[in-house]
């Protein structure tokens, strides 16, 4: 399994932007498809994006399409989501995931049960 650490949340306005950021550990960063998930209080975590191994397959959830971009950087070992036109909707802890198969090229689904390990999350609040 990859050990994985977000960072980047914090307070942002409605209508501002922020960079998430998730650091793997290992060599094997590049063979797994990633994505973001993010849980809201009192809610199920719902899947933010996916990206294949290589980062030519890209997969949004509607909710965040046009707003958010998910990137990789697999000589960095890192993860990025990139969110803008952000909205009070958006406030979650944000969690980054590695895909439960190593090789597998991208993920077929944003869904929890395709994804192996998770990282502790970051806290994004929007405020209105």
């Known amino acids: 399994q990859v050990q994985l650490v977000e960072s980047g949340g914090g307070l942002v306005q409605a209508g501002g932007s922020l960079r998430l950021s998730c650091a793997a550990s290992?060599?094997?960063?590049?063979?797994?498809?990633m994505a973001w998930f993010r849980q809201a209080p009192g809610k199920e975590r719902d899947g933010v994006a996916t990206?294949?191994?290589?980062?030519?397959?890209?997969t949004y959830a509607d909710s965040v399409k046009g707003r958010f971009t998910i990137s990789r950087d697999n000589a960095k070992n890192t993860l990025y989501l990139q969110m803008d036109s952000l909205k009070p909707e958006d406030t979650a802890v944000y969690y980054c995931?590695?895909?439960?198969?190593?090789?597998?090229?991208?993920?077929?689904?944003?869904?929890?049960?395709?994804?192996?390990?998770w990282g502790q999350g970051t806290q994004v609040t929007v405020s209105s």
């Open positions: 990206i294949s191994r290589a980062g030519g397959v890209i």
């Open positions: 290992g060599r094997t960063f590049s063979s797994y498809a």
């Open positions: 995931a590695a895909h439960k198969q190593m090789g597998a090229m991208s993920a077929t689904t944003l869904q929890e049960s395709e994804f192996g390990s």
